[in-house]
């Protein structure tokens, strides 16, 4: 079945440090991925899609590798900050249809100053 | 732009009563919406898909009696929580997205409805 893996471990840095986070994929062949944030007690918020054909998207601070060899992507945040603290979800896409996203479990990321 | 509101935000209701959430794409039209629910510290949970004029397809698990979902315009779907009991108790957030705009693969999610039932 489908399986998406992201860092059950909340990861913590230092302000102004990158932070990488992870996500793998198994027996699923996305047509794109999104990375989303979500705050506690809030909906999740759209930061950034990545197209299968795509190596690389950037956005600001944010990068997102995409892999599909290795059926992972990476999501980094350069130069962090206190308020980029927040739990990140992964979720994948087909394509065509209506067909749904399947998420990640998330991951927390705390910035500490 | 694509701006996704769900009324209410919270909701404490007794057992046995129903209870609807609505979810509003306020600047664009969705065709498709989506209904999930989320536990403490778990990832979202889709309970069904919404296109717009049509019935809802229901996840497997999911009690379509149960969770009434609605989807009569472009920019409203309502969720109705039928005959409410204590385990339903949890958050509910809805996305909206617009497939027939091109790169219209990405959701927009509501800020999330709290349900209690006591």
């Known amino acids: 079945s489908q399986k998406i893996e992201q860092n059950s471990e909340a990861l913590n840095i230092q302000e102004g440090k990158t932070a990488t986070l992870t996500c793998n994929y198994t027996n699923y062949s996305p047509a794109y991925l999104q990375w989303y944030r979500q705050d506690p007690g809030r909906g999740p918020v759209f930061l950034l899609l990545i197209r299968e054909n795509e190596k690389e998207k950037r956005k600001e601070r944010l990068k997102v590798t995409f892999d599909t060899t290795l059926k992972q992507s990476l999501f980094h945040i350069t130069a962090s900050q206190p308020a980029d603290s927040a739990t990140y979800l992964c979720?994948?896409?087909?394509?065509?249809?209506?067909?749904?996203?399947?998420f990640g479990a998330g991951t927390r990321l705390a910035v500490h100053p | 732009g694509a701006v996704v509101s769900q009324h209410p935000s919270r909701v404490i209701c007794k057992s046995g009563t129903s209870v609807k959430i609505e979810c509003r794409s306020l600047d664009f039209q969705a065709t498709t919406m989506f209904w999930y629910r989320q536990f403490p510290k778990q990832s979202l949970m889709l309970m069904a898909t919404?296109?717009?004029?049509?019935?809802?397809?229901?996840e497997q698990g999911v009690e379509k009696d149960k969770f009434l979902i609605n989807h009569a315009s472009l920019t409203l779907s309502t969720l109705t929580v039928t005959s409410a009991h204590p385990e339903d108790s949890s958050f509910y957030i809805c996305s909206a997205r617009d497939f027939l705009t091109p790169g219209g693969e990405t959701q927009y999610f509501g800020p999330g409805t709290r349900l209690l039932v006591l």
């Open positions: 979720a994948l896409g087909s394509a065509g249809g209506y067909n749904k996203l399947i």
């Open positions: 919404s296109n717009e004029g049509s019935k809802a397809t229901y």
